[in-house]
């Protein structure tokens, strides 16, 4: 903080503290306008140009503000009329009420001088001529469409264009499972966004909201405040979240899978009820850490009981004292069943698979509350367990709910109709599918849409109209561990080895980097030689 900024935040924060001076001791305001500039003056250039807090600017204040009464007061003031200054205990109780306005005094404006000091007003983005396109989401979807704007603006597209995400890195979700069963490293499941960025901005951090209205995007920005950013055209692509339904004790106990540090928070969980099962002498409570439940039954928690399936297995013999124990795995799916993505013959070929393993199914059961100790499901049953994964439900992210209950409405163009200049996709779009109704959540479609509003804003900037998104699904593959999988592609279904070698190219070929790629084809080959890392991670804690 400068010294013109400091004097003047201290003149400033005086006048309140100078207003109670003039009440408890001369109600003249030229006496106390002056006693007013010249101690907050003197407040400001004694704070520094380092930051206090709100107890410490109290403390500083009220120093001041003795300090002043024992200078002006008890000394300059009788020696200014003549008389000889005395510091005599007589005195000082004659004086006592200036005392009390000059404590008040220092107290008032040591607060005052913090707050002016700590408040920040929202701060406009520079100012610009050209239109200003901002991405709302380090997603599929969001670095889709910044990067294909970034390829536009390139090629001569008049347009700036600002991405903006709580994440600096694109997380490549369908690999996240294996992080959770210890078959990828985190690090190489993510690829740092800039990296991918030539000509488009990228700001680090949280949207808190926006106001279509004026169209200006706040963005918090820590000890900076809240910086606006305007916009001409923005696009929300910022997913969705667990939705636990106000289920009792699901949101404390339950483990999601949406981000890397939810995946090693299981990791560490599952590895963790094993070091603690392989020391505990109760057998019922050895037989509670052993069991791990999956709450959904559609691809995410198909894929994460087999591929958790695989991790405790291959690792079980690191724990002799756990030999000759069965370890349960039991999946728990609303539907009748797993699978409904699937048509019903790959979906029952996926039950037969995992249940041959020996992995429970509880289909057309919900889970209905869970403790620390156990989950309750709606039909009554309780599983015993530690470790409950939650893939049974989303809702769209609060950026979102601010506008609207569900996902947000928008048009076959993704536009948001009503709301000039918004744009939504995703997780958090209700996108018109003219077959299926509406489009569905993958990552797949997340990408084309992506680039899909990226040519429809670039189209608009041009004087052109949109169209309208249309994608009929490459297919769909999902992993049943053991070196298996299901899936339709082109149509046509596949199952076992051949799909498992099919999920894992395809999925290789979508990381966002040859790096990556290289990375993560390292940790698979290790994986088919060495037996799986059951070091814990210092990242992500554990309940067991």
Request: one cysteine or more; hydrophobic letters at 45%; glycine letters at 12%.
């Amino acid at each position: 903080m400068t010294l013109l900024r400091r004097l003047s935040f201290g003149i400033i924060a005086g006048l309140p503290g100078g207003a109670i001076v003039a009440v408890v001791t001369d109600p003249l305001w030229i006496p106390w306008a002056a006693h007013s500039v010249v101690l907050g003056a003197v407040l400001g250039l004694l704070f520094g140009d380092h930051r206090q807090s709100s107890g410490s600017a109290f403390s500083v204040g009220l120093l001041i503000g003795l300090l002043a009464w024992v200078t002006w007061t008890l000394t300059l003031a009788p020696a200014l009329d003549g008389e000889k200054p005395s510091w005599t205990i007589a005195v000082a109780v004659a004086r006592f009420p200036e005392l009390v306005g000059a404590a008040l005094f220092g107290a008032t404006a040591g607060l005052a001088f913090h707050a002016l000091s700590v408040w920040r007003p929202p701060r406009p983005a520079p100012q610009r001529a050209k239109p200003h396109v901002v991405i709302v989401g380090g997603g599929f979807g969001g670095v889709g469409a910044a990067r294909e704007l970034d390829r536009r603006v390139g090629r001569g597209l008049d347009a700036h264009v600002t991405l903006i995400s709580d994440s600096n890195f694109l997380l490549f979700t369908p690999l996240l499972v294996g992080v959770a069963s210890s078959t990828v490293e985190a690090r190489h499941v993510s690829a740092p966004v800039r990296a991918g960025l030539g000509h488009a901005s990228f700001l680090h951090g949280r949207v808190a909201s926006i106001d279509p209205q004026t169209r200006n995007a706040y963005v918090s920005a820590g000890r900076d405040g809240m910086l606006r950013v305007p916009y001409d055209h923005l696009v929300l692509a910022v997913g969705a979240v667990p939705h636990f339904f106000d289920l009792p004790g699901v949101g404390e106990h339950a483990f999601p899978m949406k981000s890397v540090e939810d995946a090693t928070r299981l990791r560490n969980q599952v590895l963790g009820a094993l070091e603690r099962a392989d020391l505990e002498p109760d057998p019922a409570e050895q037989a509670r850490l052993l069991t791990f439940v999956v709450a959904g039954g559609g691809f995410a928690g198909t894929e994460l009981v087999a591929e958790l399936f695989d991790l405790v297995h291959d690792v079980l013999h690191f724990y002799p004292r756990l030999h000759g124990l069965r370890p349960r795995l039991v999946i728990v799916h609303a539907g009748e069943r797993l699978l409904p993505e699937l048509s019903p013959t790959l979906g029952l070929y996926a039950q037969r698979k995992l249940g041959g393993r020996g992995i429970e199914f509880r289909l057309g059961a919900r889970v209905a509350k869970a403790t620390a100790e156990d989950i309750t499901l709606d039909s009554g049953e309780t599983i015993p367990t530690r470790t409950l994964a939650w893939t049974a439900g989303n809702r769209p992210n609060p950026l979102v709910r601010q506008l609207t209950q569900g996902p947000l409405a928008v048009d076959a163009s993704m536009q948001v109709p009503g709301v000039p200049g918004l744009w939504a996709l995703g997780d958090c779009a209700r996108i018109p599918d003219p077959v299926a109704g509406v489009y569905p959540p993958t990552a797949q479609h997340a990408i084309r849409e992506g680039k899909a509003v990226a040519r429809n804003i670039a189209a608009v900037l041009g004087g052109r109209r949109p169209v309208p998104f249309r994608f009929g699904g490459l297919g769909v593959l999902v992993s049943l561990g053991h070196r298996t999988a299901a899936g339709e592609i082109g149509g046509r279904r596949v199952s076992g080895f051949l799909a498992w070698v099919l999920w894992r190219s395809v999925y290789l070929s979508k990381l966002p980097s040859v790096e990556k790629r290289l990375r993560v084809l390292a940790d698979w080959t290790l994986d088919l030689v060495f037996p799986r890392d059951i070091a814990l991670s210092a990242k992500g804690d554990h309940h067991a």
